[in-house]
């Protein structure tokens, strides 16, 4: 089934074919760069829901493993999840109620309830985890050396750029051309 056409890209390569001139090719490429990764992060999601499990489920999941045995409390999970805490909570009832994660107080602090990996938990995580490299590994598969690189470069290009246009003070494209 073909995704069905986002208005905001059309919208944007018809502003760009009308009015980037010389760099219209830049912005229909990233526009193309933009809507390819929003498949590549669909078709995740949906290998995620395949192993029942939702995208913020499996970051929890994933930050739980990495510090496995080791419980966490959920503030700990959200700074490493780079999640909002009311959303951990909330995450962490539907994981405890399906049995891959247990929660209990802190030995050291009573008001503390601490989060870890059940072993119905590690055993979902590995799954999941094998599901995702085996989709990523088969997505990947027409990709030759070199555009493997190629690839890797453009990413690490564009990471940079777009650190430095959000950080505050910098100057903007726009503001830039204007003058």
Known sequence: ????PDPLQHALRQCARQSAGKDEPRCRALLSFMATSNRLQTLLRQTLSQQKLTETGFKLLSVLSAHDPRPLAPTQLAADAAMWPPTVTDVLT????SGLIARER?????RQVLAQLTPAGRKKYTAAISRILSTMIDLAAPLE???ISALRTTCDTLDSRIATL????SPRPLAASAN
């Open 1 to 4: 089934m073909t995704a069905a």
């Open 94 to 97: 539907r994981l405890e109620l």
């Open 106 to 110: 802190s030995h050291e602090d009573r």
């Open 145 to 147: 050396g070199a555009d």
């Open 166 to 169: 959000t950080t505050p003070g």
